[in-house]
């Protein structure tokens, strides 16, 4: 492998990769090859939402070509990212999301043939950074968050649970949250 380069992309950049983005996003996830097209739709509309957002940042692994990214955004202060929070919303996160003070990592993802290098370490370290909040928080899919590989990056890198947000369909899998706190 040669190196790979990290660098910080505006939503204008990061609107010129788009294509390549979701490229990345079905190599990295294993889409088969005709289910890529079916999977792309959704990625780029969750890339322009997040991309559209204030504060919105994204890091880019580059090897001569894109091979991982991380992005995100801060929460929004009027808090409705956790208005489907099963139970009560951890005073902390409610606090800091009012203050401004949360960053949402909306997305980390890397090429199988660069994981287990400190890559995808790196890309969260680096966009995290930048982030200025208290506190990061991410939602999960109950997959992923019950995946043995994202548990431990988890664990290692001081994400601890912090809830679980009303499934999307009723008895349907109920998505995690996750926060980190932040040095400043």
């Known amino acids: 492998m040669g190196d790979v380069f990290l660098r910080r992309l505006s939503r204008w950049q ?4 788009r294509e390549q983005l979701a490229d990345l996003h079905g190599a990295a996830y294993g889409s088969p090859p005709g289910e890529a097209l079916r999977d792309r739709a959704p ?15 994204l890091v880019l692994a580059d090897g001569g070509g894109p091979v991982g990214c991380a992005y995100g955004y801060p929460a929004a202060r009027d808090s409705a990212l956790w208005r489907d929070f099963a139970g009560p919303v951890p005073e902390e996160l409610e606090e800091l999301t009012a203050a401004g003070r949360v960053f949402v990592l909306a997305e980390l993802m890397v090429l ?17 950074s930048g982030s200025g909040a208290a506190l990061a928080a991410v939602v999960l899919a109950p997959m992923d968050a019950r995946s043995q590989a994202v548990r431990a990056a988890r664990r290692s890198w001081g994400w601890a649970a912090a809830g679980t947000l009303r499934p999307a369909a009723p008895g349907g899998p109920a998505p995690e949250v996750f926060t980190r706190p932040l040095r400043r």
Do not use: I, K, V
């Not at 990061?14 to 990769?17: D, H, I, T």
């Not at 990625?43 to 940042?57: K, M, V, W, Y």
């Open 43 to 57: 990625f780029l509309e969750q890339l322009a939402d997040a991309s559209g957002r204030p504060g919105f940042d």
């Open 14 to 17: 990061a609107e010129q990769y």
């Open 112 to 128: 199988p043939r660069h994981r287990r290098q400190g890559l995808g370490r790196r890309l969260h370290d680096r966009l995290l």
